[in-house]
């Protein structure tokens, strides 16, 4: 059983950063694939980025450019660092993970970009 921890979400004025990180109760090596998903109230939650163990990482078109996935392995922690956010980036964001074909989520940290 996997455990997930986010932390770093809070409110930032647009065109601000922050960065997100989601502490691993294993080592992340092990993950088939590692990621996150953000949710706004009334919609579905949504890829944001994923990056896999076959050495591939996808980001939505909306944070290209903007968003960074990366990992730390000696640290078991997978960061997010999200550089000139916009007000739509605001949502609660989860960190996930597949391991043996299990899926896993953490509980989320809420991002609120608003001047």
């Known amino acids: 059983q996997v455990q997930l921890v986010e932390s770093g979400g809070g409110l930032v004025q647009p065109g601000g950063s922050l960065r997100l990180s989601c502490a691993a109760s294993?080592?992340?090596?092990?993950?088939?694939?590692v990621g996150w998903y953000r949710q706004t109230p009334g919609q579905r939650r949504e890829l944001v980025t994923l990056?896999?163990?076959?050495?591939?990482?996808t980001y939505a078109d909306s944070v290209k450019g903007r968003f960074t996935i990366s990992g730390d392995n000696a640290k078991n922690t997978v960061s997010l660092q999200m550089n000139s956010l916009k007000p739509e980036d605001t949502g609660l964001y989860y960190c996930?993970?597949?391991?043996?074909?299990?899926?896993?989520w953490g509980q989320g940290t809420q991002v609120t970009v608003s001047s």
């Open positions: 996930y993970c597949n391991q043996y074909g299990r899926d896993y």
């Open positions: 294993e080592d992340i090596f092990r993950f088939g694939a």
């Open positions: 990056s896999t163990n076959a050495g591939t990482t």
